[in-house]
């Protein structure tokens, strides 16, 4: 009952693959990767899923209607997180609206030439009778374009809205899905927003958690029902820490009436 896909197959040789297939390293039970819920690879089709750093791989395993059996790559730092996660050294759920903050790579498209700190809140926003898994992103100081001081104004949506985002004028109006973009949510916790890098290249992190975020249920599980994660993004000063998804959509509400909040969709990345 195991998925093992190629590239999980290319990332561990051809010999553990068989060993995975053939029951002798498989767990009979399991905690799915992406649910969180438990899993039994005797009862029911199982993905393995391959969580590969710079000097750690893990191999961890979910229901196969969650997600497919793939190779998930992960800063280290992440992946070191993610295994104190497994061994149960996890901290407890997330209030309803969690924020973290983390630095934007330099250059990334989007932030700017320097080192931009973005804060990012996920919360569930209704959009015409449903709950949908949100992010949103708001930097710390204004945001420059490539190349200039720093000293003309603030071009984090502009340089949003050239990589693809869209202005929103409605909060309860979906925005369209971003290609090339995704959201990493790792182990059922945040790890990373996800942009295309280079033709040719694999995917770079445009936004990356210092620790991994925790969300909560309620996320984890819209999130896997819809595989998809809606990215709502302002300029500094325009949200704020909201520690209540009620408080959380006003300020969104507010952002967009103002004309400085832009949306995009992207599918969830791994988990």
């Not at 993905?47 to 997600?67: D, M, N, P, R, Y």
């Amino acid at each position: 009952m195991l998925d093992v896909s190629e590239d999980v197959r290319a990332e561990i040789g051809d010999e553990e693959a068989e060993r995975l297939l053939a029951g002798e390293t498989a767990p009979g039970s399991y905690d799915c990767t992406s649910c969180r819920t438990p899993g039994d690879t005797g009862q029911e089709r199982t993905s393995t899923v391959l969580f590969v750093g710079a000097e750690t791989a893990v191999l961890a395993f979910a229901h196969a209607t969650c997600i497919p059996s793939q190779v998930v790559q992960v800063a280290e730092e992440h992946l070191q997180g993610a295994v104190r996660s497994i061994t149960g050294e996890e901290p407890g759920a997330a209030a309803p609206a969690h924020s973290a903050a983390a630095t934007a790579p330099a250059g990334s498209p989007g932030t700017g030439g320097g080192q931009a700190v973005l804060g990012v809140t996920s919360g569930l926003v209704l959009i015409n009778g449903e709950l949908h898994p949100a992010l949103v992103v708001e930097p710390t100081a204004p945001i420059a374009r490539p190349g200039t001081t720093g000293n003309g104004g603030d071009d984090f949506l502009p340089l949003l809205i050239e990589q693809g985002f869209v202005p929103v004028h409605d909060v309860n109006q979906m925005p369209g899905t971003l290609p090339g973009w995704s959201v990493l949510l790792a182990m059922g916790q945040l790890h990373a927003v996800l942009q295309p890098s280079a033709p040719g290249g694999g995917p770079v992190a445009w936004w990356q958690a210092h620790q991994p975020l925790q969300v909560t249920d309620g996320w984890r599980t819209a999130a896997n029902k819809s595989h998809r994660v809606l990215v709502f993004a302002a300029p500094v000063g325009s949200i704020g820490q909201q520690p209540r998804e009620d408080l959380l959509r006003d300020a969104l509400e507010k952002a967009s009436a103002g004309g400085r909040l832009v949306a995009a969709a992207m599918p969830l990345a791994g988990t």
